[in-house]
């Protein structure tokens, strides 16, 4: 028989060594937490594989290649690859201009009111070059201003938040593998 001293049998399991009502509500949470943070390492390095991207060994082979996969008869202008150092790290990164592409006889087939598909490519001290953005805009202009190489990016009036008038140009920075945004227009 439990005497009124006595915690119940299903305390006991789950309480510290002594069995101290108070000694339990300090144990429980500890437990709680070392169990939710043992779920938490187990699943946190799955996310962060899923989430990292491949390096390319170069940008222009790796498109080249995929737009020879899905296309029957691939050819590339001139202009498909700008190889230029696009976040002023002294390494040349590259852009790709999906509009320089004629797929099955169709020139850029992914263009549409808004713009052509671009690739932006950064090359990474490791070596290999990792893609940081892809926009669909008109084109661009890479000009200095202040001391640092920007893009002028030419878009739609709706990414300036208009509905009509005079297209949106973007100007943005490339800080290491991130694109910041300097003002739209």
């Given at each position: ?8 049998r ?7 060594p ?33 989430s ?35 976040n ?46 892809t ?9 200095q ?41």
């Open positions: 028989m439990a005497t009124d001293n006595a915690p119940p299903k305390m006991e399991r789950l309480c510290a002594g069995g101290e009502p108070q000694s339990c509500r300090r144990f429980l949470p500890v437990k709680f937490l070392a169990r939710l943070l043992l779920c938490l390492l187990f699943v946190m390095p799955a996310s962060v594989t899923f990292q991207q491949q390096l390319v060994s170069d940008p222009e082979i790796y498109e080249k290649d995929h737009f020879r996969k899905v296309c029957d008869k691939a050819e590339f202008d001139d202009n498909y690859v700008t190889r230029l150092d696009i002023n790290d002294g390494l040349v990164d590259a852009v790709v201009n999906e509009g320089a592409l004629t797929c099955d006889g169709k020139h850029g087939p992914d263009c549409d009111a808004d713009g052509c598909p671009y690739n932006f490519y950064v090359q990474v001290k490791e070596g290999g070059y990792l893609m940081i953005a926009a669909k805009i008109y084109g661009y202009d890479f000009i201003r202040f001391g640092n190489k920007v893009f002028v990016l030419k878009m739609p009036p709706h990414f300036c938040d208009r509905t009509d008038g005079p297209q949106c140009e973007m100007t943005v920075r490339v800080r290491g593998v991130m694109f910041v945004t300097i003002f739209k227009k």
